[in-house]
């Protein structure tokens, strides 16, 4: 089987790898686990640079809410620039981007920091200052990177929310954080099109009382609104500002962004990750796992609106002194190759991407990387969901001309950083495992009552105390983060994944435990859909459930019961699909909606999703035909059914 087939890192890799051979990881672990502060300690002095050192290490005085290099001085934007305009990676590249019309912009470490610096003046004329919120509703463009570092030079918490978000999840957004300024574009492209992102961020305002300056980039250069006195054209503030903007001196735990992410309510959870710790694991990690040299080019292909992009296409490579490219559009435009048209013209060492798709590029066909000189690359990862060993097989083969290892990362939002992952020097290789728990990350599979599970059995993944890159709270509400993560086993934090650790002691992270879904490596929870959907005016009722998927890893099913003046039509179905667009955004549109009569339930009115499940996966199928279910059957068998 291939799932069973065992890839050694080669002799050559292990040789220049930062962490060569499973005993040198397993130093470095044993090292974590005998003494976390003195190990965690140790990482913050070789790899950040501080104002003033810290008191502790760990503060666990009130956990869960743990506090790192408490008492410490420090800036993250300090941390990524300023200390290697310093040394002679001044005139290295930062950042190498690439529009998708093709444009492209080099920014050095010393025109980065001008740059950031100038739009930190902005912030500050504006009256912005340390403590204060900002919404950054951006493209995939260099400004949106740009942005981000003036907010954290400054200490002004950012929320990035993906550019393809509507203005309705925009709104939430603005509002739950208070957010004082919003920094936006007018459109980017996607696809050989432009998406209009400052016409949404003007529906969002008419209910956001608390924003009183828009700072819109232009990028397509199309036509948009602009609202005199909140509404400023970024060319004309940066034109006068200095390039000198001293970063504040922060604290370690000062929050450095609030990231919204999905979660078993209907109201997306803000995820609250501050500045000291998060640095410090996060240059551990890219170090340690992407095993960088200053002479790497490295690529994460993910968008800087997901946690992948704030970690390791912005703040991780940038820690690092790395080359950090960034693609503005579709991995298809305007052909199939054009990812690997991307690594071979910026010769790409380290390339990052998402299982789905690696499955897109299967699709797509092998002679799309075929065309390209892809020689350069040295190491691959995979990150957002679980990799199927087909997957992994062809990215090895096709692309990495199995010659590079592939680290298949797990982690999410809420860690931070990557917390499961092969260290690519040191850990044999199993396609569709994540592997082992990087040094510092007590990850365990375990059974209802907290035991580890015997090698061989499933489980539920946890993580036994704290890490320095772990979100601090839920913005807004500690109780449900105590709730959600921290009270189902004593001093553990509950991942919400299932996985399985084999005979060898490998942790295969199999899917979400609740009622979240992971489509095409985007985490969207079926409240979230279900009561976007029952706002509409004619359903009745709806139950949302993620149906497996070839290419996206799971399909955004939705089962609706219509009020009874409506009748069930292709018509109301794309309407309705159309509906959760505008409400949420597009790429959260179910790929079916299929009318029934009735839901199942269980007696105490839960809907029975598991029941859901089996009809769509016993059932074939196809396309986004609209059906209509006889669910009798079941709502009779829900009466003499147990609980969920
Ligand atoms: O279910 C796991 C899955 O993605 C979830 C986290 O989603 P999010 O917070 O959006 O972050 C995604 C990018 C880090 C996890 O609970 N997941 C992420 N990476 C993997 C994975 N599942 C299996 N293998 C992975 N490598």
């Known amino acids: 089987m291939a799932a069973d087939k065992i890839y050694p890192p080669s002799p050559e890799f292990v040789a220049q790898a930062h962490v060569s051979g499973m005993d040198a990881y397993q130093e470095l672990f044993e ?59 001044k005139n290295k590249a930062a950042i190498i981007w690439e529009g998708e019309p093709g444009d492209q912009q080099i920014l050095t470490y010393q025109e980065l920091s001008r740059r950031v610096q100038r739009f930190a003046n902005i912030l500050l004329k504006l009256g912005y200052k340390t403590g204060d919120r900002a919404i950054i509703y951006m493209p995939m463009v260099p400004e949106l990177p740009i942005a981000m570092l003036a907010c954290a030079r400054l200490g002004i918490t950012h929320s990035v929310v993906f550019g393809g978000f509507s203005s309705e999840a925009l709104k939430m957004r603005i509002q739950d954080l208070e957010a004082g300024i919003v920094i936006t574009a007018d459109g980017g492209y996607r696809r050989g099109r432009t998406v209009r992102l400052k016409d949404a961020v003007d529906e969002a305002l008419v209910d956001c009382p608390s924003v009183t300056n828009v700072i819109v980039y232009r990028r397509t250069g199309e036509k948009v609104e602009m609202q005199a006195g909140r509404d400023h054209d970024w060319e004309d503030l940066i034109t006068d500002m200095p390039e000198t903007c001293p970063a504040v001196e922060l604290d370690a735990e000062h929050p450095l962004y609030v990231l919204y992410t999905s979660g078993t309510t209907g109201k997306p959870k803000g995820i609250v990750h501050t500045t000291g710790g998060y640095q410090v694991q996060l240059a551990s990690s890219m170090k340690w796992v992407f095993d960088l040299k200053d002479e790497d080019t490295y690529w994460c292909a993910a968008d800087v609106g997901w946690v992948t992009g704030h970690s390791y296409i912005v703040y991780g490579p940038l820690l690092a002194g790395t080359t950090s490219v ?40 092998e002679h799309f990387p075929n065309r390209h000189d892809l020689s350069s690359l040295r190491l691959l990862g995979s990150v957002g969901e679980p990799i199927n060993p087909a997957a992994w097989e062809w990215y090895h083969k096709v ?44 990850a365990d599979v375990v059974d209802m009552d907290g035991n580890s599970v015997p090698k061989g059995s499933e489980g539920y993944l946890i993580v036994r105390g704290p890490w320095p890159s772990m979100f601090r709270t839920l913005q807004g509400d500690p109780d449900r983060f105590v709730k959600t993560y921290w009270s189902q086993l004593d001093g553990c934090y509950f991942v ?3 996985a399985r650790r084999d005979e060898d002691g490998y942790i295969w992270v199999l899917g979400r435990v609740d009622d979240v879904m992971n489509v095409s490596g985007h985490r969207m929870s079926t409240a979230e859909l279900e009561s976007s959907l029952v706002r509409h005016e004619s359903v009745a009722e709806a139950a949302v459930i993620g149906a497996p998927d070839e290419l996206t890893g ?69 396309g986004d035909v609209t059906t209509l279910e006889d669910l009798s059957v079941l709502n009779r068998l829900s009466t003499t059914s147990g609980e969920d």
């Open 399 to 442: 692309i990495g001309h199995e010659r590079c290892p592939i680290v298949d990362t797990w982690w999410q939002t809420e860690t931070g950083s990557i917390m499961i992952s092969a260290l690519p020097g040191a850990t044999p290789l199993k396609p569709g495992s994540a592997t082992f728990p990087l040094p510092g990350v007590l």
């Open 31 to 89: 090292e974590a686990k005998a003494d976390p502060e003195a190990f965690w300690g140790r990482m913050a002095q070789e790899r950040i640079d501080w104002f003033k050192p810290w008191d502790k290490v760990l503060d666990a005085s009130n956990a869960p809410f743990y506090k790192w290099f408490t008492g410490a001085k420090t800036n993250m934007a300090y941390n990524c620039i300023d200390r290697h305009v310093k040394t002679w990676r």
């Open 554 to 622: 799971q399909a955004v099913i939705a089962f609706v019961t219509l009020k009874s003046t409506y009748e069930p039509s292709d018509e109301l179905a794309a309407t309705l699909r159309d509906w959760v667009g505008h409400e949420i955004g597009k790429f959260a549109r179910p790929k079916q909606i299929r009318f029934s009569e009735g839901l199942p339930k269980t007696r105490s009115g839960k809907i029975m999703r598991r029941l859901l499940r089996e009809i769509v996966t016993q059932d074939k199928v196809t």
């Open 496 to 498: 919400g994944d299932a």
């Open 326 to 365: 960034m693609y503005e559009g579709a991995p298809d435009y305007p052909e199939p190759d054009r990812f690997w048209r991307i690594c071979a013209k910026y010769s790409v060492n380290v390339f990052y991407t998402s299982p789905t798709a690696i499955r897109a590029f299967i699709k797509f066909g």
